[in-house]
């Protein structure tokens, strides 16, 4: 016992220090970013003060500007010019030669960088959040959730294992490697390209751009033509980071414009991460096939909620509409498809019910709404559209929302949270994408069938599982071919940032976040080495040196089951005759050597 006090003293010490070092603050500069063009204040100039009418069908990139406006309220905010191919290319360009540089630093210094963003964000959250309710419509609750929170998530796991994961990490040599070292490196790729979509317009534009700069990578990020004004400002928080840390100036870019614009950074990047439609998926990879580029997409999704009869019902019942309406409009990665077990169904359904009349919609910088506007243009008209689908095939809506005070401008940029009960999957709203806040109940009756049912679908991002019995609810959720899973919780897989995030089918492959998406921003290099150079070197052996021996593929042979025989015996039997052969002197090899 006495051997072992030294010891736990020692260990005791470790720790007390370890938690007085965790009470000293580190010193973070703090960065000035200047917001006064982006504030509400009610003093903007008159040429941004008036309402924005959008016209109707895509904006096309000849008409040379991205026009930004709030879609809850249709508030101009001004426009961004809708770079060429020759302004990409250039912006790329620059890119790579600061990458060239910043590939050189250390892993301190990468450190500080994420620490000054991560203390500026908890600093400004309001500011962050009130940009992206602006531009995209969502609320502030949603904001923060959805922007904030997951952000300083990725920024704290990459602090803490990042480089861990960045290091040369050591793998078995093998049997017949057994004198060698054998490791795999993570360089950085070089310039990153990310296009990515509008309705998470700060997380989507950090969640790319830390992960290439923290493994060395230069990044250029194509924000979306609908949220170009917010992107343009968290564009500023970089550079101003950046700048504090003293990294290359356009190390990171952010640029603004159309489809003509996106094509252009496809071709002149090393690697591009998609965040869009299965349809310009597909262009993406087209183009990318031209300069053999490695790419990730994140596409759509049509995640299955499944509610068991053993649940507890108002629970689920507030998360289950917190999951619809984190679908709606404004954001994404929520549920579109609501399988409840019958037995419960009709109370589910009532509880449900309840909640959705509770919601309302409105701008939501005016007053406390539960849920904002819709971002795309038109988009409305489509959710309308799948609705009156259902309902023509048997489905009854049994709940709507209300609406706040709308600006007579804007009342097509908000659509009700709706319900309906009686579907199924022969209808629109079971199989396309919503992308609205639109909450449709269909009934099953066995485990079998309802997972069936949830994988009776092109896409295949996530899902969600509620059952009183953990092991069931696993059990349904490893049946669901989808990327992401959660069981007895809704969305708490991205919250993990030390999972992979991705999907399969129409949603996509590839994969961000965790480690997965953190080395898949490297060259993955694989070195072997002499594990005891010099002093142990690699040499062909006679046998099968040039002349080949006449034995030489016995010896072949003899070693191969010396090395791999699954008969211990038979391994030693054949290693006796490799050194045997080894030993003799092989006259023909001789006899032409003195020729």
């Not at 579907?423 to 639109?438: A, S």
Request: charged share 20%; glycine share 6%; hydrophobic share 40%.
């Amino acid at each position: 016992m006495a051997f072992w006090w030294p010891i736990i003293v020692l260990a005791f010490a470790y720790a007390i220090c370890r938690f007085l070092l965790m009470l000293i603050p580190p010193n973070v500069p703090s960065i000035d970013v200047d917001a006064s063009d982006v504030l509400d204040d009610g003093n903007q100039t008159q040429e941004n003060s008036f309402i924005y009418i959008p016209p109707r069908g895509r904006p096309q990139q000849s008409d040379r500007k991205v026009q930004c406006y709030e879609p809850a309220t249709m508030k101009y905010l001004g426009f961004f010019p809708a770079l060429t191919p020759a302004e990409v290319e250039e912006r790329v360009a620059q890119a790579r030669k600061a990458q060239k540089i910043w590939a050189k630093s250390s892993f301190k210094q990468r450190r500080q960088f994420l620490r000054i963003l991560l203390k500026y964000i908890i600093e400004h959250q309001e500011l962050i959040c009130e940009v992206s309710s602006r531009d995209t419509g969502k609320t502030m609750v949603d904001a923060s959730l959805g922007e904030i929170m997951t952000t300083c998530e990725k920024i704290t796991w990459l602090l803490s294992e990042g480089e861990k994961w960045l290091r040369p990490e050591y793998r078995s040599s093998g049997r017949s490697m057994l004198h060698k070292k054998s490791k795999v490196e993570f360089h950085p790729l070089g310039v990153i390209g990310a296009i990515v979509s509008w309705n998470y317009p700060f997380h989507n534009i950090f969640n790319p751009m830390l992960a290439a700069v923290f493994s060395g990578n230069g990044v250029v990020i194509k924000v979306s033509e609908h949220a170009s004004w917010s992107g343009c400002f968290y564009f500023r928080i970089i550079q101003a980071a950046l700048a504090a840390v003293g990294a290359p100036e356009n190390l990171v870019e952010v640029i603004t414009g159309f489809a003509e614009t996106g094509e252009a950074l496809v071709s002149s990047v090393d690697k591009i991460i998609f965040v869009g439609s299965p349809g310009v998926g597909k262009m993406i990879m087209e183009n990318a096939a031209e300069t053999l580029i490695p790419v990730t997409l994140e596409l759509g999704g049509k995640d299955a909620f499944i509610v068991c009869e053993d649940v507890d019902i108002p629970h689920v019942a507030q998360v289950a509409v917190r999951a619809a309406l984190q679908s709606s409009g404004q954001n994404c990665a929520g549920a579109e498809r609501f399988y409840v077990h019958r037995d419960i169904y009709n109370s589910f359904v009532n509880q449900v019910t309840k909640i959705v009349k509770s919601v309302s919609a409105g701008p939501p910088l005016a007053a406390r709404y539960d849920m904002g506007a819709i971002c795309l243009q038109e988009h409305s008209d489509k959710l309308q559209h799948l609705v009156d689908d259902a309902v023509d095939k048997g489905a009854e809506i049994v709940a709507r929302g209300s609406f706040g005070h709308l600006s007579e401008g804007a009342v097509d940029q908000f659509f009700p949270p709706t319900v309906l009960k009686n579907v199924n999957h022969t209808m629109k709203l079971m199989q396309e994408e919503t992308f609205g806040p639109i909450m449709p109940i269909m009934k099953f009756e066995s485990d079998e069938e309802v997972v069936k049912l949830a994988n009776d679908s092109r896409y295949g991002l996530g899902c969600a599982v509620f059952s009183g019995s953990q092991r069931r609810a696993k059990e349904i959720a490893s049946q669901i071919h989808c990327g992401v899973a959660a069981v007895n919780d809704f969305a708490s897989t991205y919250m993990c940032q030390s999972l992979p995030f991705g999907g399969t089918k129409d949603s996509g492959f590839g994969r961000f976040a965790g480690v997965e998406g953190l080395r898949a921003c490297c060259l993955v290099k694989s070195v072997v080495e002499d594990r005891c150079w010099p002093y142990i070197k690699t040499k062909i052996p006679k046998p099968i040196q040039y002349p080949v021996a006449e034995n030489g593929f016995e010896f072949q042979e003899s070693l191969v089951e010396a090395l791999y025989s699954l008969n211990i015996w038979d391994r030693l039997r054949a290693l006796v005759n490799v050194l045997k052969i080894i030993s003799e002197q092989n006259p023909v090899a001789t006899s032409k050597k003195n020729d």
